[in-house]
């Protein structure tokens, strides 16, 4: 019987992996932190330059007291307010920036469950696939194998019954020619000899007869009794 084409396993599907991206909202939130950290640092330099002016005016003003040293120490306690004020304008940017950096933390991680969500689907389809590629195989096997069986079988019967139709002729041909050679082995019976045909005796010469004479014609007619 004929072999079976030659199966080629089928390639098993894999799902891609997502790969945790950073939204660009949370790269501006973030740089809006530094820049907001940088300008609270410089403000809090700027704040303590301030005061050590400012304790300086005082110590000088409550040495001398004077109206110039007593408006110095105005003047340095103003810029020091004026400082403290920009200080917390650059705190208030990092808090905003902070909280611009958690809203995108959170809309980055929707974003991040709404990716997940979709590959889980996607690898839960494709687990599908690869299992109904694997029943398939297995399916068309069990029926090749079914098949094949129930094929053999058949053919089989279909061998068996050429077989006894061949012997049968086979038989009566061998039958027929034993009857020949049998009848071939029989002495050949021997033909009686023909024999020779006798010559004919030569016919006597038969003598014409002798022509009767015609009876003569009665002229007179018998007369009437």
Known sequence: MARGRKKTAAKKRVAKKATAVVSPAQVKATKAVEKANAGVKAATVKVDAANKKLAAARKKASSTKTAAAKKAVETARAATSKQ??????????????????????????????????????????????????????????AFEAKWRSSRAKKD??????????????????????????????????????????????????????????????????????
């Open 84 to 141: 403290k004020e920009a200080l917390a304008a650059a705190k208030a940017k990092v808090a905003e920036a902070k909280s611009l950096v958690q809203a995108a933390s959170v809309e980055a991680k929707a974003a991040a469950a709404a990716a997940a969500a979709k590959q889980a689907t996607e690898a839960f389809e494709l687990s599908l696939v690869n299992k109904a590629e694997a029943d398939l195989a297995k399916a068309l096997a």
């Open 156 to 225: 089989a019967a279909k061998v068996k019954a050429r077989a006894k139709k061949e012997g049968a002729k086979s038989k009566a041909a061998a039958k027929k020619a034993a009857a020949k050679l049998k009848q071939l082995a029989k002495p050949a019976k021997k033909k009686p000899a023909k024999k020779k045909p006798a010559k004919k005796k030569a016919a006597a010469v038969r003598k014409p007869a002798a022509k009767k004479a015609p009876a003569r014609r009665k002229t007179a007619k018998k007369a009437k009794k």
